[in-house]
């Protein structure tokens, strides 16, 4: 039988969202456009007759979506992204993951996170965790080519792919836990260096009409005195 992380549980009536965020702010709509894409797919799937689950990473999805959808999250992970994020954290994710579709928690899995484009843009992502999606360019690849050849294999291909499928979904969660965090980064990076630049600007426009207000102060008494003196 094809293991359940690649065949799934064969419904699509319960979703789990995984919408990975930073665990601080000041990053400009870093945190926003994630919590924000998350909402959406809540209603879309909602609309549908779906039922929807939340597993939040990161403080700022928990305490965001818990305002709204407090009802609909199951798991929550932070400080996996506060420092550069390391495997076994995602391995960790991957491992109750695994646990929940077991328990039959949910029929499938998405992620929602940000991938690094440059340090400027990052792209808002989802993507199917469980069950693994085939790639549509194998299936049409697959059906111009006809019936395969059996590979023989040692040990079988069912202990293969029992061994290799929760690597694989741990390894696809390690490298969205870095596009995020790199993401996270560059978007800090500008959303302070855009502060710095509006302090900057601030600062001139106020020292300007500080000095106009000074000048004009001074011009006024300097009239004053003269109209004085004037008067004498």
């Known amino acids: 039988p094809m293991p359940k992380l690649m065949a799934g549980t064969g419904e699509d009536k319960v979703h789990l969202l995984v919408p990975i965020t930073a665990d601080r702010g000041l990053c400009g709509g870093f945190n926003g456009s994630i919590v924000r894409a998350t909402r959406q797919q809540v209603v879309s799937l909602t609309a549908q007759g779906k039922t929807v689950k939340i597993f939040c990473i990161g403080r700022k999805a928990r305490d965001l979506l818990r305002r709204d959808h407090a009802d609909l999250i199951i798991d929550s992970m932070t400080g996996v992204t506060h420092n550069n994020p390391s495997y076994e954290s995602a391995d960790e994710i991957g491992t109750r993951l695994v646990a929940l579709l077991d328990s039959g928690e949910f029929d499938v899995c998405t ?12 792209v808002l992502t989802r993507r199917q965790l469980i069950p693994v999606p085939r790639p549509e360019a194998a299936e049409e690849s697959d ?3 006809g019936p395969k050849a059996l590979h023989i294999m040692e040990p079988s291909e069912a202990e293969l792919m029992e061994t290799l499928l929760p690597r694989n979904l741990s390894t696809q969660i390690f490298r969205a836990l870095l596009e995020s965090y790199a993401s996270e980064q560059g978007a800090r990076m500008t959303a302070m260096d855009n502060a710095t ?3 900057g600007d601030m600062i ?16 006024s008494e300097l009239i004053e ?3 004085g003196a004037e008067a004498l």
């Open 204 to 219: 001139d426009g106020l020292t300007l009409t500080y000095n106009r207000t000074r000048q004009a102060v001074i011009t």
């Open 111 to 122: 992620m929602i996170f940000n991938t690094f484009k440059s340090a400027i843009a990052q």
């Open 197 to 199: 630049r509006n302090a």
């Open 143 to 145: 059906a111009q080519a």
């Open 225 to 227: 005195i003269i109209s």
